[in-house]
C-alpha cells in the first residue's frame, strides 16, 4: 500500500529532522525542502498529498510557497506553521487556502490528528471528483433488472466475487450492463468505501493514455495545466472498472507487467495477452446473459 506523501517545508535543519521522524512513525512518505525555492522545484515535479510549510524562511517565504502550490495543485491542502505567531499572517495564510496554522514548539497530538483530518479531505476530494462520481450512489444490485435464471445466476456470482479479492473478468455484448455488475460487486465488498472508478478505455486518445493511467505533473506536455494522480492513484482503496480494455494501446500493455498483478494480466483479451507475460492465476469470471 502507497504511504500519503507528505512535503515538509522549512530552514530548520532541527524542525525538518524532527517532522520527519515523527510524521514517518505514522505512516507518512516524507520529503524535506531546506527553503521555499526547493519545495516549488519538488511540487513541479512529485505529487503530494499534503504539505506542512513554515512561514518565516528567508527569500521566498511560507505565504510565497503556499501560493505556488496552490497554483500547481489547487486540492493539495497545506498546514502553515510558525514559531511567532502574528493574527495578519494567520488571517492572510488561510485566505491564500491553507487548511490550518500551527504554532511552534509543536504539539505531535494536535499535529497528528490535523494530519489526519488533512489526508482525509484529501482522499474525500479525490474520491468526489473522480469519474464514479454520476453513478456510484445509484449502481447497485438492485439496478439489475431481470428475474430470469440467467440474471439470477448473475447476481449470485456477483455476491460470490464480492468477497474475494481477486480480478473480476465481466463478459458481455455491449449494452448489457457490465458496469452496473462491477460497480454491485464494488459495493458488495470490502472495498465499498472506496471509490469506484469506472474507465472507458476506447474514449482515452491514444496519445494520452498513459498520463490518464499513471498521471503527470503540471508542464509534463502541452494542456497539463494541473498535476493529476492518475487513474491508477484515484482508485487507490477501491474498485478501477476496465471497460473495453482490449482498446489499451500496446505500449501500455506492454507496460503491465509492472502495474497488474499475474491475476489481473490473464484477464486481458487474448488480442491483448501478446503483449503481456504468461501466467496461470485464478480469475473470477462474470458472464452475461444476452
Known sequence: MDHPRVLVVDDDKDVGEFLRDALSRWNYDVSLAAHGREAVRLISHQIFDAALVDIWMPEMDGLQVLDEIKRHDPALEVVMMTGNPMVETAVQALKSGAYDYLIKPLNLDELQHLMQQ??????????????????????????????????????????????????VLIEGESGTGKELVAAAIHRQSGRAKGPFVPVNCSAIPADLMESEFFGHVRGAFSGAVADSLGLFRSAHGGTLFLDEVAELSPALQSGADHVFSPEVQRAFPARCQRHLPRCDHRIDRVRLPR
Open 118 to 167: 488533512v489526508l482525509e479531505k484529501r482522499f474525500l476530494s479525490r474520491e468526489v471528483h473522480s469519474l464514479r462520481s454520476r453513478l456510484a450512489d445509484h449502481l447497485a444490485v438492485k439496478d439489475l433488472v431481470g428475474g430470469s435464471p440467467g440474471m439470477t445466476r448473475v447476481k449470485e456470482v456477483i455476491a460470490t466475487v464480492a468477497d474475494s479479492d481477486s480480478p
